[in-house]
């Protein structure tokens, strides 16, 4: 079975400059999750949608950070402008149902400049 | 609000037992997890605990006291491989039953020859 698929592994950007993540998670998952993991930190929970809804976007910094999963698959997630303390690996997870275990992948790791 | 804690660093040798503890602080609880994390890896599901009590799977094991609020991973016959970020999760009890996990800060275990 394919795991979670995350591109670009790396990206180096400007402030101010914007990027995207995408994210393919493991067929027929119907939960996903984007996490933000700062070097030395746990990973945070940034947005989680199920199916095509969002289900909690609370601590997603909504006036520079957007998210979009269509058609209940694919997910990507958009940084406009980026800010420096936005470097960070962006982790993307699926799960088979609201409450079971979390699939991740190998992130997306951004610095900003 | 929710927190976890757990140590900063862990060192052990190879061949030996050592065992990594989470407190939490949560207004409500739907059970303990711990993830793994190599090193710019993804991190993998370990194990989870709602009950009291020892879980073994393998070489690992965790315990969950509910009235303690405490929790713990127990890591035996240490390989080299085992070296990695630790993180004990719980489910966000303010969010309903959605399952955003909230993730301590992570302990860092180095394993010795």
């Known amino acids: 079975e394919a795991g979670v698929a995350q591109s670009p592994r790396y990206k180096i950007i400007e402030k101010r400059q914007s990027v995207a993540f995408w994210c393919n998670p493991i067929?027929?998952?119907?939960?996903l999750y984007w996490y933000q993991q700062i070097l030395g930190q746990g990973p945070k929970l940034l947005i989680q949608f199920q199916n095509n809804g969002v289900v909690d976007d609370s601590q997603l910094p909504k006036d520079r950070f957007s998210a979009e999963r269509l058609k209940g698959v694919d997910s990507t997630l958009k940084i406009q402008p980026a800010k420096l303390e936005d470097s960070a690996v962006y982790l993307c997870?699926?799960?088979?149902?609201?409450?079971?275990?979390?699939?991740f992948g190998e992130g997306s790791r951004l610095t900003v400049l | 609000g929710q927190s976890l804690e757990q140590p900063s660093e862990v060192t052990a040798v190879e061949g030996a037992i050592v065992q990594i503890n989470c407190t939490y602080q949560t207004s409500g609880f739907y059970g303990l997890s711990w993830y793994q994390q190599h090193d710019g890896g993804a991190p993998t599901f370990l194990s989870y605990?709602?009950?009291?009590g020892l879980e073994e799977t393998g070489r690992f094991s965790s315990f969950l006291s509910r009235s303690d609020s405490y929790g713990y991973l127990l890591l035996q016959e240490l390989q080299m491989k085992d070296s990695a970020s630790y993180f004990c999760a719980v489910r966000d009890p303010d969010s309903g039953n959605t399952g955003k996990l909230i993730f301590g800060q992570g302990t860092t275990l180095q394993v010795k020859p």
């Open positions: 067929s027929g998952h119907a939960t």
């Open positions: 605990n709602a009950l009291d």
């Open positions: 997870a699926s799960s088979p149902h609201l409450t079971g275990e979390l699939f």
